[in-house]
């Protein structure tokens, strides 16, 4: 998939980050060094979570579901985003049941399998089920008791909640084939009286906001990113492959202490950058080519989102650095609005002017308020699709980070309003694809319009541009999370003009 703060520049990155040194081939390289490793989420906090959902339930039972062992072994077992978020138990097939009964305290427990001695030897051993009070703070038991254990708590007329069991909430209405999803299906089949409702809603407010234990984990997950990225401008080079710099960001997010990608990387070189979630990382580093990379680690779960782009060669052409500069600039414009209480409204629309006037100012369109017939089922005015939309493609506010990449913020509710405690990205794009612009409806309106914008799509044709970078509101103001990772134009051609990093298996980019 803008600042409070000044532009790091080399000068004032050499104050934020005492250097690493590492002898490599002869060569020394260096690297910013971490942060002392921040505190891992307590039990306690756990359990003030779970209490904290369980407020919306007067009396009943609440079934959060884990994610199943997976039934090959890539990819790796990944616990549930909302489970993980109410228990910390990263095994996999568990069940935890909270009952609620008015006027008495809630007990919780977690249903697992046990583990035979053969499986044991495959996967390694699990908790026991006499060890989960100890590790977890949670009775346990056996997941084969937990039907029989449901179905007599049901037949006293308890209703059921349960919590959403799906990796991503973007879809979870969809959602019809995990484990949860088929347990709360057999359940309704089998007692079609009972009440069962979702705590969706009641998971998703509390997830909003991030603690400062949250904002920690984060950090670590932006600042592991930010090594990466500075890496892979050092190694960039023609004649690389993606797969050559995407096995090279992976392999900086486990060195530093990362769990895995926190999504699909974005490896995309020329043409590539202007598909907005190519993920096939296998093309060949062109000279005269921008690359886009919009990788980044997950940390204790917790993952960051950061995109770069940066010439090939290491020196941005002079129509390559009008986009990126614009892009620079909206960037810039949105995140100079963020504070707490203003609408995230507020901040698109600075980033969307600086975009609407350099599009026009570089030709690519008529005017920042022009418009274009849009492409079928394009939501667009009777008046015509704005023309900036032919190479802003997404939002310029990004979307909210936490446990899920994109995870719930508090201004994607009623008012738009930052608050303190959200954490998200801030990600402005221009993509400059001819192929798309030749797509536009053949109208009278639509031939004008190719005719007028024709040689400034052909000056700037297929550079696409994404810079994003992470942020967090707290008491103490906007934190930029991933500062390190150069963004201006001197600074990007500075850094790689360092020399390359050995790869993976020996060698520089592109070189055995």
Same mark, same amino acid.
Request: net charge negative; hydrophobic share 40%.
């Given at each position: 998939?803008?600042?409070?703060?000044?532009r790091c520049?080399?000068s004032?990155?050499?104050t934020?980050?005492?250097?690493?040194?590492?002898?490599i081939?002869?060569?020394t390289?260096?690297?910013?060094?971490?942060?002392?490793?921040?505190?891992?989420?307590?039990a306690?906090?756990?359990?003030?979570?779970?209490?904290?959902?369980?407020?919306k339930?007067?009396?009943?039972?609440?079934?959060a579901?884990?994610?199943?062992?997976?039934?090959?072994?890539?990819?790796?077992f990944?616990?549930?985003?909302?489970?993980?978020?109410?228990?910390?138990?990263?095994?996999?097939?568990?069940?935890?049941?909270?009952?609620?009964?008015?006027?008495?305290?809630?007990?919780?427990?977690?249903?697992?399998?046990?583990?035979?001695?053969?499986?044991?030897?495959?996967?390694?051993?699990?908790?026991?089920?006499?060890d989960?009070?100890?590790?977890?703070?949670?009775?346990?038991?056996?997941?084969?008791? =937990? +039907?029989?254990?449901l179905?007599? #708590? $049901?037949?006293?007329?308890?209703?059921?909640?349960?919590?959403? /069991?799906?990796? %991503?909430?973007?879809?979870?209405?969809?959602?019809?084939?995990?484990?949860?999803?088929?347990?709360?299906?057999?359940?309704?089949?089998?007692?079609p009286?009972?009440?069962i409702?979702?705590?969706?809603?009641?998971?998703?407010?509390?997830?909003?906001?991030?603690?400062?234990?949250?904002?920690?984990?984060?950090?670590?997950?932006?600042?592991?990113?930010?090594?990466?990225?500075?890496?892979?401008?050092?190694a960039?080079?023609?004649?690389?492959?993606?797969?050559?710099i995407?096995?090279l960001?992976?392999?900086t997010?486990?060195?530093?202490?990362?769990?895995?990608?926190?999504?699909?990387s974005i490896?995309a070189s020329g043409?590539?950058?202007?598909?907005?979630?190519?993920?096939?990382d296998?093309?060949? =580093? +062109?000279?005269?080519d921008?690359? #886009? $990379?919009?990788?980044?680690s997950?940390?204790?779960?917790?993952? /960051?989102?950061? %995109?770069?782009?940066?010439?090939?060669?290491?020196?941005?052409?002079?129509p390559?650095?009008?986009?990126?500069?614009?892009?620079r600039?909206?960037?810039?414009?949105?995140?100079?609005q963020?504070?707490n209480?203003?609408?995230a409204?507020?901040?698109?629309?600075?980033?969307?002017?600086?975009?609407?006037?350099?599009?026009?100012?570089?030709?690519?369109?008529?005017?920042?308020?022009?418009?274009?017939d849009g492409?079928?089922?394009?939501?667009?005015?009777?008046?015509?699709?704005?023309?900036v939309?032919?190479?802003?493609?997404?939002?310029?506010?990004?979307?909210?980070?936490?446990?899920?990449?994109?995870?719930?913020?508090?201004?994607?509710?009623?008012?738009?309003?930052?608050?303190v405690?959200?954490?998200?990205?801030?990600?402005?794009?221009?993509?400059?694809?001819?192929?798309?612009i030749?797509l536009?409806?053949?109208?009278?309106?639509?031939?004008?319009?190719?005719?007028?914008?024709?040689?400034?799509v052909?000056?700037?044709?297929?550079?696409?541009?994404?810079?994003?970078?992470?942020?967090?509101?707290t008491?103490?103001?906007?934190e930029?999370?991933?500062?390190g990772?150069?963004?201006?134009?001197?600074?990007?051609?500075?850094?790689?003009?360092?020399?390359?990093?050995q790869?993976?298996?020996?060698?520089?980019?592109?070189?055995?």
């Amino acid at each position: 998939m803008l600042s409070l703060f000044v532009r790091c520049h080399a000068s004032i990155a050499a104050t934020l980050f005492s250097l690493l040194p590492a002898v490599i081939q002869g060569q020394t390289a260096s690297l910013p060094r971490l942060s002392p490793a921040p505190a891992a989420i307590t039990a306690a906090d756990y359990a003030a979570r779970r209490a904290a959902v369980i407020t919306k339930v007067d009396s009943g039972i609440v079934l959060a579901f884990g994610e199943s062992e997976p039934l090959v072994f890539y990819p790796t077992f990944f616990q549930m985003p909302n489970f993980e978020y109410l228990t910390g138990f990263d095994e996999s097939d568990a069940v935890m049941l909270i009952l609620k009964r008015k006027g008495a305290p809630a007990s919780t427990m977690m249903f697992v399998p046990r583990q035979t001695p053969m499986a044991a030897r495959f996967v390694g051993d699990r908790t026991a089920i006499e060890d989960l009070q100890r590790t977890i703070g949670m009775t346990g038991r056996h997941l084969a008791d =937990l +039907r029989p254990a449901l179905d007599s #708590l $049901i037949a006293n007329g308890l209703p059921v909640y349960f919590i959403p /069991a799906v990796h %991503t909430g973007d879809h979870f209405d969809e959602d019809s084939v995990t484990f949860g999803a088929r347990f709360i299906s057999n359940l309704r089949a089998a007692h079609p009286n009972l009440v069962i409702r979702s705590l969706d809603s009641a998971i998703t407010d509390l997830r909003e906001k991030k603690t400062p234990a949250e904002i920690a984990l984060l950090r670590r997950a932006a600042q592991i990113s930010v090594l990466a990225h500075r890496e892979a401008m050092k190694a960039a080079a023609p004649g690389c492959g993606e797969n050559e710099i995407q096995a090279l960001m992976d392999a900086t997010f486990r060195r530093f202490g990362g769990d895995r990608p926190g999504y699909g990387s974005i490896v995309a070189s020329g043409k590539h950058a202007n598909t907005l979630h190519y993920m096939i990382d296998n093309d060949t =580093l +062109r000279n005269g080519d921008l690359i #886009l $990379i919009d990788a980044a680690s997950s940390y204790n779960h917790y993952s /960051a989102d950061v %995109t770069r782009t940066f010439p090939v060669n290491g020196r941005f052409t002079a129509p390559q650095r009008d986009i990126y500069q614009l892009v620079r600039d909206a960037q810039e414009a949105f995140v100079r609005q963020i504070r707490n209480g203003v609408s995230a409204a507020v901040a698109t629309d600075s980033g969307r002017t600086v975009v609407r006037q350099g599009l026009a100012r570089l030709g690519l369109i008529e005017s920042p308020d022009a418009t274009f017939d849009g492409y079928p089922g394009m939501p667009c005015p009777a008046t015509g699709c704005p023309e900036v939309a032919l190479y802003a493609l997404h939002g310029y506010g990004g979307h909210g980070l936490g446990l899920e990449v994109h995870d719930p913020a508090q201004y994607y509710d009623s008012g738009n309003q930052f608050k303190v405690g959200d954490v998200f990205t801030v990600e402005p794009g221009i993509y400059v694809a001819p192929d798309y612009i030749a797509l536009m409806p053949d109208t009278p309106r639509n031939r004008a319009v190719r005719a007028r914008i024709a040689s400034a799509v052909e000056k700037y044709k297929w550079i696409g541009v994404r810079i994003e970078d992470d942020y967090a509101l707290t008491d103490n103001g906007l934190e930029w999370l991933s500062r390190g990772a150069p963004r201006e134009i001197n600074e990007i051609e500075a850094l790689m003009r360092e020399p390359s990093p050995q790869l993976p298996g020996g060698g520089t980019c592109g070189k055995q």
